[in-house]
């Protein structure tokens, strides 16, 4: 039974769950969204995601903790970074950290989509259950 | 696709350094001399030019013409494009500060003691004395710090630039197999492993160089930045020009492989507001 | 419209063609960030952030697109001013023409944009309209495209012959005139039913009425007047009163009676019907009524058929002009078309005559002609 990559985004400004979630999920993807890092954070400790697309600058919780939290609760979970102040620290900083990839902002949702389906397809070779990629 | 910049100082080892480390990651090695070949070959250019255009020589000074910023151009535009295409490891200094941004391009330094210097150049040069080599190696360091200043702005032997200082010291068997170790544990980290983010830099970086490559001759003073196939110029000169011209140009610049949209500015403000907000 | 800064941002690419098959609006001209016009716009052609575009479409159309899709519908053209008046460019329908390069080919196969530089709008084909996946219909001769581009593009296009132009290319359309235009008219013709006043007064009193509002100048109105219509007249009028003073009517008249011999007025009808079409294919229909009107007035009167009928059949029948290209309606698409005349003949020879056995049956109907 193949199932639906479970895949966790968070972001504090609105127009990108807004116009992301559609478009991840007319992909066949389950997507949550959430802009309050802080309940993300929580969301992450009660449930386990494949896949979490974090934002860098937020209040209260930034991205990096968000990235830590997430490495700390389960190895397999993949994080994708997207940050519209990509330098090369912060880029490293992530990938040290165990973020899966790091894009930057603005970016298209095909960007995200192709992002995905990697690391999708680097649960797949972990030997996890098949998932179900979009038909690209 | 991975991406090591190994950059010495003249008659400092690097050579086989670069040699080395390539063998050890299973990586390409190229050093300026396969770089001028690809030049000359996909750009149509006289090897000597594109050899001269490396050299801080006193004419180079004297001459302010745009030549030598071409001929650079096209140098960078084939280093780059080869970084995209491939794993590789490239020792010399073109472009080393065009990929300043590139996260998983580690730039490495390396130094080697001045007493090994003046050995290797009275080896390799024969003729010379401890006086005339000493004299050699000062004029090359000044030169490379002089070019690297008139056409970059920056000292190549600052190490802010680098992510990697190695001293190579003696140059000796052990020394140089100890700074393979060295730079190839550092290579292997999470932190320098290409990423969407870090490849769009250089595949942005390698555009922009390609275009600027092609329309420097037409309109040196232009400046370009790309993003993701969408190409950003400013081309002061144009500002004369009527509608019908700029589109003729636009559609030429449309037909080089990887530019999906053009857009182009005359005014300095207006593009580097423009540029500011991307 | 305005695109705002952040349109392009997290979203999967909008183009043109995406924005006609969903919301039914066609994008005719579209300025990036940097200000740079572009104007024959390919399907692909991709709306990006800060873009600045003309768009033709129903209200409720532009509407949606622009509160889907976040974009600013701006009161008044600014950027585009120039380029949209009027007089430089605007919509027009043109109908592919028999003989077109374009017959069999899609729109996009064909280059439509880059070559003819004009941007279609919508398709009509067999009483059916078509606003999207137009890129994609392969065309057929006699289809319908709505056109948008500039003056200059259409006359450059007119003369390729594949479009023919239903209307002249570089006419601009007053519509705001069109009221005192039908007033003159009206009354012009009020004076001609209801007043016993001579008929060019009455005319020329609408025409000089047209003039003074405005409607059209004095120059278009010179312009309008066809030589060749003046001088046909000029010949027909005067031999037609000849024919009549000089007695030549009467003396055909009783010649052809001869021939045909005594006959009911149906069959007379039906000869004179065939005598207008032979005629008005030669001479224009107006010259063969002319002509044609004193003759059978006497052949009727020799026979004892109402005069009228006669009269009656050449008025109508010198419309009965399908065989040949000489009527000015046939002659306008004959260029375009690039028809033959074996092609009018093929087509006329059972029009024509449908055309006269419907006349004569419907006067029989109507009037009662005895057989």
């Known amino acids: 039974m193949k199932d639906t990559l479970k895949i966790l985004l968070i972001d504090d400004e609105k127009m990108v769950g807004d116009r992301l979630k559609p478009a991840l999920a007319k992909v066949g993807y389950s997507v949550e969204t959430l802009m309050d890092s802080r309940k993300a954070l929580q969301r992450i400790d009660e449930n386990e995601f494949d896949v979490i697309v974090t934002d860098i600058m937020m209040e209260e919780v930034d991205g990096i903790q968000i990235l830590e939290a997430a490495m700390k609760k389960s190895h397999r979970t993949r994080v994708i970074v997207i940050t519209g102040y990509a330098n090369v620290n912060l880029a490293r900083e992530a990938m040290d950290k165990g973020a899966f990839d790091i894009i930057e902002k603005p970016f298209r949702p095909g960007d995200l989509r192709n992002v995905i389906t990697n690391a999708a397809k680097a649960l797949d070779i972990q030997g996890e259950i098949g998932y179900q990629l979009p038909p690209n | ?278 | 419209m305005k695109t705002p800064a952040d349109f392009t941002d997290f979203r999967d690419p909008l183009t043109i063609k995406v924005i006609r098959d969903t919301y039914g609006v066609t994008v005719v001209a579209l300025a990036g960030r940097d200000g740079i016009k572009h104007f024959s716009l390919t399907p692909e052609t991709e709306l990006r952030s800060d873009n600045t575009l003309v768009a033709y479409g129903s209200k409720n159309e532009i509407t949606q697109l622009a509160s889907e899709k976040g974009m600013q519908i701006k009161d008044d053209l600014t950027l585009f001013k120039n380029e949209m008046s009027p007089s430089v460019s605007g919509t027009i329908e043109a109908v592919v023409a028999p003989r077109s390069v374009l017959i069999g080919k899609t729109l996009r196969l064909a280059h439509f944009w880059e070559q003819f530089q004009v941007n279609p709008i919508a398709l009509f084909r067999s009483n059916k309209v078509f606003h999207s996946g137009l890129s994609d219909m392969e065309l057929r001769s006699g289809d319908v495209l709505v056109l948008h581009g500039t003056w200059e593009r259409f006359s450059i296009l007119e003369a390729q012959h594949n479009f023919i132009f239903t209307s002249p290319v570089h006419e601009i359309m007053k519509p705001e005139k069109a009221l005192i235009a039908g007033f003159w008219l009206t009354l012009a013709l009020v004076m001609v039913i209801g007043f016993k006043i001579q008929l060019s007064v009455c005319l020329l009193t609408g025409a000089f009425g047209m003039i003074v509002c405005r409607v059209l100048t004095i120059d278009e109105a010179y312009q309008a007047v066809d030589w060749r219509t003046v001088f046909l007249l000029a010949g027909l009028i005067p031999l037609g009163i000849a024919t009549e003073k000089s007695g030549t009517a009467a003396w055909i008249a009783h010649s052809i009676l001869d021939i045909v011999g005594s006959v009911s007025p149906v069959v007379l009808l039906t000869v004179i019907a065939f005598l207008s079409t032979g005629f008005t294919l030669v001479i224009s229909n107006v010259g063969a009524t002319v002509l044609l009107v004193p003759l059978v007035l006497n052949m009727a009167m020799a026979s004892g058929t109402d005069p009228r009928m006669a009269a009656l059949v050449v008025g109508l029948a010198t419309s009965n002009s399908f065989m040949l290209p000489t009527h000015q309606v046939n002659a306008l698409y004959m260029g375009p078309g690039r028809y033959r005349s074996v092609d009018f003949m093929k087509a006329g020879s059972i029009m024509t005559v449908l055309f006269i056995v419907v006349l004569i049956s419907m006067l029989s109907l109507f009037y009662g002609i005895q057989g």
């Open chain 2, 1 to 278: 696709m991975s991406v090591i910049t190994l950059t010495t100082d003249a008659y400092s080892g690097g050579n086989i350094l670069a040699e080395g480390i390539a063998e050890k990651m299973g990586y390409r090695c190229i050093g300026d001399d396969v770089v001028i070949a690809a030049a000359a070959e996909t750009y149509a250019i006289d090897k000597g030019k594109l050899e001269q255009s490396l050299k801080a020589s006193a004419s180079f000074f004297n001459s302010r013409s745009s030549r030598k910023y071409r001929l650079i151009s096209l140098l960078e535009a084939v280093l780059v494009e080869q970084m995209c295409q491939e794993d590789l490891i490239y020792h010399g200094f073109i472009a080393v500060s065009r990929i300043q941004e590139v996260s998983h391009a580690i730039k490495v330094r390396v130094i080697a003691n001045a007493e090994s210097r003046l050995n290797e150049v009275i080896q390799k040069e024969r003729s010379s004395g401890m006086v005339e080599a000493k004299d050699r190696i000062f004029k090359l360091d000044k030169e490379r710090q002089r070019w690297s200043r008139a056409i970059y702005g920056i000292d190549i032997s600052d190490s802010a630039l680098y992510d990697l200082v190695v001293n190579i010291g003696s140059m000796g068997n052990e020394d140089v197999k100890d700074a393979i170790e060295t730079i190839v544990i550092t290579a292997r980290q999470k932190k320098f492993e290409p990423m969407t983010y870090s490849v769009n830099c250089l595949t942005n970086i390698t555009l922009s160089c390609k275009v600027k490559a092609a329309f420097i001759d037409s309109y040196p003073k232009m400046e370009v930045r790309s993003d993701k196939g969408t190409i950003y110029m400013l081309v002061p000169a144009l500002r004369r020009k009527n509608q019908k011209n700029i589109l003729a140009f636009k559609n030429k610049i449309m037909e080089l492989e990887g530019v999906e949209h053009v857009e182009i500015y005359v005014r300095k403000e207006i593009f580097d507001d423009m540029v500011r907000g991307n």
